[in-house]
């Protein structure tokens, strides 16, 4: 291995170092404990290093952003797969979008809430994001109807999911009637 690669190997894990770290204090702490001053401190480096990696805290957010956007595509595509029926895969996609929801509460935020310096619903879109909106689309798509189009149908029904997830975490849903709540949206949105 070249000194080259071996600098190039090192950086590559001081930055997931640093996301990894990023995402573990914002899961314990929230979004305003992640400050580098802190980050710099728990990983060992200085606030120098950090920066050669990240401008700041908004890049270390966008990188939670997409790590977090391609497992969660990872997680729908998994509920999925295995499952024949068209209304209980959508259903299986709704548990494991709102399962995923709940789980990573700072992730989902970085993803969905927070500013990670992305580009949502554009030609510069970054492909971990386009990813998880085609894993729902993958599902959904065959269940929109014959006059909707597929995308738009994505849509909406990740906006309810959106939605469902958003109010329930801030306790103005009861937590008890999620698998209801799935239901009502399978039964009323998707046509099978």
């Not at 689309?137 to 109807?145: N, S």
């Not at 738009?152 to 990740?158: A, G, H, P, S």
Request: aromatic share 6%; proline share 4%.
């Amino acid at each position: 291995m070249s000194v080259h690669e071996r600098k190039e190997r090192e950086r590559a894990d001081r930055e997931r170092l640093i996301v990894a770290t990023a995402r573990e204090l914002a899961e314990q702490q929230g979004w305003d404990a992640v400050t580098t001053r802190r980050l710099a401190e728990r990983i060992e480096y200085s606030q120098p290093v950090l920066y050669s990696h990240f401008r700041g805290k908004r890049e270390i957010i966008g990188a939670v952003a997409l790590q977090g956007a391609t497992e969660m595509a990872a997680a729908v595509r998994a509920a999925t797969a295995a499952v024949d029926d068209p209304h209980e895969r959508v259903a299986a996609l709704a548990r494991a979008y709102l399962d995923f929801a709940a789980r990573n509460p700072a992730v989902y935020d970085a993803i969905f809430q927070l500013d990670g310096g992305l580009a949502y619903a554009q030609d510069d879109t970054p492909e971990p994001l386009k990813d998880a909106f085609a894993a729902l689309l993958e599902c959904l798509g065959e269940v929109a109807g014959d006059d909707v189009h597929p995308g738009l149908f994505t849509e909406v029904f990740w906006a309810s999911l959106h939605g469902v997830a958003t109010l329930t975490r801030s306790g103005r849903l009861l937590p008890g009637d999620t698998e209801q709540r799935i239901e009502l949206l399978v039964d009323r949105l998707a046509v099978l």
